[in-house]
């Protein structure tokens, strides 16, 4: 069909699975794992052993070496790494530091004044209250009770235009059909995106990898199939897509909501092929298609919009300024971890979804990218990184995310095949990496025992997949 391509980067693709000595299987728990895809005629990550960022994880002591990832002048992808200079990335993170598009520049300036008046109302009407002699208080109280069916009409009556503002405000989300509030128009923020855009430009103007660098051109042939593949999508067709490769050991990426596609080096060390690149890049291209950014910013101004009358609340019935901040800071609080994290977390895993798709269409293995998620927990593991909870987090977990995946891609596979791809070859990479993880374990279990006998490390307890 005209909208499926081929996944052809560069003239024909190979599977390539784990090969080598058990040394480096057992090994394997204190270096990491790399099962790449080699892509010939591409010269990816010249001079590779030199970057300070690997498969996200630091082995202190050398415990057998592992050839770095390197690209042969002929160039291929990376077939192996180094292990001991490598440092852990807390938590993968495929978004900027801060909002991709912020609420209007307007509301950013005007939101702290907003908050400043809530709080000097409700201090002032406390004020006002403890100032009032005993006589004129009973009386207010006796107004309130004798006009609290008033009362209550006219908080019901805000309540609703509340509710009624929520729901005309109404859209689909493209692609999925979710309901999702939406405040702020598309113009707004393809303005300040353009500003976002400039800022990082300022930010990495020394970082930036030329367009001839083989790293930069693998980025460029993986969102040109991404969206060739997708353009049956009009959101796709519509924005023009500008790549941008940053020289940062950070595992990161992000797409502005204008399409502007800034990719650390980092991310593709740590990826283990072209397989696990695309699905990455597919859920930063879903994030702008499906305006995440524009959605996320009215969300959390329509909930500080009604913040501020529980803030009001808070400054006028707290006795004393020390309690009213600690009231302050617990709404602050429970705002940000029963709506705005969920919220985040919903729309990764919707990302996820949608990005599975962009891949499949595209031809892609898609049954690598639960094995990311899982490559990411590992190096968690293996640095004995505290695991946090989930509604800490702004991201689902990497093993949810691994599981969210799993159950997502026999659909995935059935929109490859309705593509006329070609068949998948050799083992699911989900399953090599699970016998990999299997033999490890062991491995480890043996070198534990005490007064074992010494295992014969000319032949490995599985066989493996080779090439």
């Not at 879903?286 to 995440?292: F, M, N, S």
């Not at 702004?394 to 593509?419: F, G, M, Q, V, Y």
Request: hydrophobic share 40%; aromatic share 10%; proline share 6%.
């Amino acid at each position: 069909r005209d909208r499926c391509r081929r996944l052809d980067l560069s003239g024909n693709t190979r599977n390539c699975f784990l090969t080598g000595s058990p040394d480096s299987y057992r090994n394997f728990i204190s270096k990491g794992l790399r099962c790449l895809l080699n892509v010939p005629n591409t010269e990816v990550y010249k001079n590779a052993r030199h970057s300070s960022g690997r498969f996200c994880f630091r082995s202190y002591q050398p415990l057998g070496e592992i050839t770095s990832p390197q690209i042969s002048s002929v160039g291929q992808l990376p077939r192996h790494f180094s292990a001991w200079n490598i440092q852990i990335i807390r938590s993968f993170r495929t978004s900027p530091s801060f909002q991709a598009a912020p609420v209007p520049l307007f509301w950013i300036i005007v939101k702290p004044a907003q908050k400043l008046f809530a709080i000097i109302l409700g201090r002032s009407i406390r004020n006002w209250w403890k100032a009032l002699p005993p006589n004129k208080r009973e009386l207010f109280k006796e107004s309130a009770r004798k006009n609290k069916w008033k009362i209550l009409l006219s908080v019901s009556s805000i309540g609703v235009l509340f509710v009624v503002f929520y729901f005309t405000h109404l859209e689909e989300t493209p692609i999925t059909g979710r309901a999702r509030l939406l405040v702020f128009g598309k113009e707004h923020f393809r303005e300040l995106s353009q500003m976002e855009y400039d800022m990082w430009l300022e930010e990495f103007r020394n970082k930036m990898l030329p367009e001839t660098d083989a790293r930069y051109q693998v980025v460029e042939r993986v969102v040109g199939h991404l969206s060739e593949s997708n353009k049956d999508i009009p959101q796709v067709l519509a924005l023009k897509w500008v790549i941008h490769v940053v020289d940062e050991p950070g595992v990161n990426a992000f797409v502005l909501p204008n399409g502007q596609v800034f990719v650390f080096t980092g991310l593709l060390n740590a990826v283990s092929d072209i397989h696990q690149l695309s699905f990455i890049l597919g859920h930063e291209i879903a994030h702008a298609v499906l305006e995440h950014a524009a959605e996320k910013a009215s969300l959390v101004h329509f909930l500080d919009f009604l913040s501020l009358i529980f803030l009001t609340m808070i400054w006028a019935i707290c006795p004393r300024d020390s309690l009213a901040v600690v009231g302050q800071w617990i709404q602050s609080k429970l705002q940000e971890f029963m709506f705005d994290r969920p919220y985040s977390r919903t729309l990764e895993a919707e990302a996820d979804k949608v990005g599975l798709q962009f891949a499949a269409k595209a031809c892609v293995d898609v049954r690598a990218s639960s094995v990311f998620w899982q490559q990411m927990e590992l190096a968690e593991t293996i640095q004995g990184q505290p695991k946090l909870p989930e509604w800490l987090s702004t991201h689902p977990s990497h093993e949810n995310r691994a599981e969210h995946l799993d159950r997502l891609i026999p659909e995935a596979l059935k929109i490859r095949e309705s593509c006329n791809c070609p068949s998948l070859s050799g083992p699911d990479p989900r399953l090599i990496f699970k016998l990999n993880m299997q033999h490890l374990l062991e491995s480890s279990k043996d070198e534990d025992t005490p007064n074992s006998t010494k295992q014969d490390l000319s032949k490995p307890k599985l066989d493996f997949p080779h090439t």
